[in-house]
C-alpha cells in the first residue's frame, strides 16, 4: 500500500501532504474528518512495518506519549494498524526549521543563537554548516562516519588541510605533538543509513541497520560507556534470532555483542577514526581515537576568540566599526595589527 494525498486512513483521517521522512516511515500533513481539524500522522512503511518488534516499540511510543500531559509534549489522538501499516494520530504542531528561519530573518540575533545551539548538538550545529541545502531530519539520518567526512570536508575547506594536535603519552605522562592531512584520515563512503545489513555470530542471526546522527542524541547521558553502547545497538538492531526464533532485544551475548560493533564498523569505518602515534621519549605505541567533531569546534572557537581580540584592538586603536573591520580582507586587517604592535 502506497500513502498518497487524499487517502483516508482508518476512516478517520486524510492525507494533504508530506511533512517529513525518515529512517523507519514518514509523517503527513492531515485532517482528522471526525474532528475536522488538521492533525499529525506518523507510519512505519517498508519492511520495518514487517517486523514485531519495530511494531511493538511504535505502540510502546504512543501509549507512553499518550500518558503525558505537558505543554511541551504533543497531544495523541489516536493509533492503529491499518491496512497492515502502523500508524499514530497526534496533534499538528506549526513552526518552522532553521532554514526557514533563515530565509525569512537573514540574521539570527546572537541571544537566539545562543539557545540554537545551547539545544541542538554541537555535530548537528557543524554538520549543518557542512551540508547547508540539507534538512535537519535527514541530516539527523546521516551515519556517524557519513556526519565525520562532511565535518572533515568542511575543516578542509575553512583551515587547510594540515591537521595539528597533541596527545598524552598513557605510559609516560609525556605531551606527544600530532601532525597530519585530512586525507590521512579520509575513510571510504558508508553504505546508506537506511540499509538494512545481515550478521551470522554464536548462534545468532541479527538484522540490523548503521547508527545515524540521531541515534546519537537519543541516548541518555550516563557515565556507563557500556550501557551507552548497548542503548545503542537496541536502536539500530532492526530483528534479532537465536537458533531461528525471535529474540528479545537484549542482553545479548558479549561475542554477539562484539561481532555487531566490529561489522558496523567495517560498513563505516570513518566513524571511527584511529591515530597510530609513538612517544619520542619512551618509545610506547598506542592508538587514540579522533573526535572530529570536538577538534573542529574546538578549532572555530579559538578562531572566534582571536578573532574578537583583533576586532577590540583595532576599534580601540582606530575608532573603527566592527563591520568595517570584518569587511577588511585578512591581510589588510594583519597589517594595521601589526601597526599597533609596532
Known amino acids: 500500500m502506497e500513502l498518497a494525498p487524499n487517502l483516508v486512513i482508518a476512516d478517520r483521517f486524510r492525507l494533504n501532504r508530506v511533512i517529513g521522512r525518515g529512517g523507519m516511515g514518514s509523517v503527513w500533513h492531515a485532517t482528522h474528518l471526525g474532528l475536522d481539524i488538521p492533525c499529525a500522522v506518523k507510519f512505519i512503511e517498508g519492511h520495518y512495518a514487517l517486523v514485531p518488534e519495530a511494531q511493538t516499540r511504535f505502540e510502546r511510543e504512543a501509549k507512553a506519549a499518550a500518558h503525558l500531559r505537558s505543554p511541551h509534549v504533543v497531544q495523541i489522538l489516536d493509533h ?65 562516519g557519513r556526519r565525520d567526512r562532511e565535518l572533515l570536508d568542511l575543516r578542509e575547506r575553512i583551515f587547510g588541510s594540515r591537521m595539528m594536535g ?31 545489513h545481515l550478521l551470522e555470530s554464536a548462534g545468532y542471526e541479527v ?26 545497538l537496541r536502536r539500530c538492531v532492526i530483528e534479532a534470532r537465536l537458533n531461528g526464533e525471535p529474540s528479545p532485544a537484549g542482553p545479548w551475548p558479549e561475542a554477539m555483542v562484539t561481532a555487531l560493533s566490529q561489522r558496523m ?78
Open 166 to 196: 597533541a596527545a598524552k603519552c598513557p605510559a609516560c605522562g609525556q605531551a606527544v605533538d600530532v601532525e597530519f592531512s585530512v586525507g590521512d584520515i579520509r575513510a571510504d563512503p558508508a553504505p546508506d543509513a537506511e540499509q538494512v
Open 80 to 144: 492503529g494498524v491499518w491496512q497492515g501499516v502502523p500508524y499514530l494520530a497526534m496533534e499538528l504542531l506549526e513552526g518552522e526549521d532553521l532554514g526557514q528561519r533563515l530565509k525569512r530573518v537573514e540574521r539570527l540575533h546572537p541571544k537566539d543563537l545562543c539557545v540554537i545551539v545551547s539545544q541542538v548538538a554541537r555535530a548537528l550545529t557543524l554538520l549543518a554548516l557542512a551540508a547547508p541545502a540539507n534538512s535537519a531530519e535527514r541530516l539527523a539520518r546521516y551515519t556517524i
Open 265 to 342: 564498523a567495517e560498513l563505516d569505518p570513518q566513524g571511527d577514526i584511529q591515530l597510530s602515534l609513538a612517544c619520542p621519549t619512551c618509545g610506547h605505541l598506542w592508538a587514540s581515537s579522533l573526535d572530529i567533531v570536538s577538534f573542529l569546534w574546538n578549532e572555530i572557537h579559538a578562531w572566534a576568540a582571536r578573532m574578537l581580540r583583533d576586532i577590540h584592538a583595532l576599534a580601540s586603536a582606530y575608532g573603527w566599526r566592527e563591520a568595517d573591520i570584518l569587511a577588511l580582507s585578512p591581510r589588510r586587517r594583519q597589517a594595521y595589527l601589526e601597526l599597533i604592535r609596532s
Open 207 to 232: 538484522r540490523f541497520r548503521l547508527p545515524n546522527c540521531d541515534d546519537i542524541a537519543s541516548l541518555e547521558p550516563v557515565a556507563d560507556a557500556s550501557m551507552r553502547k548497548s542503548a545503542l
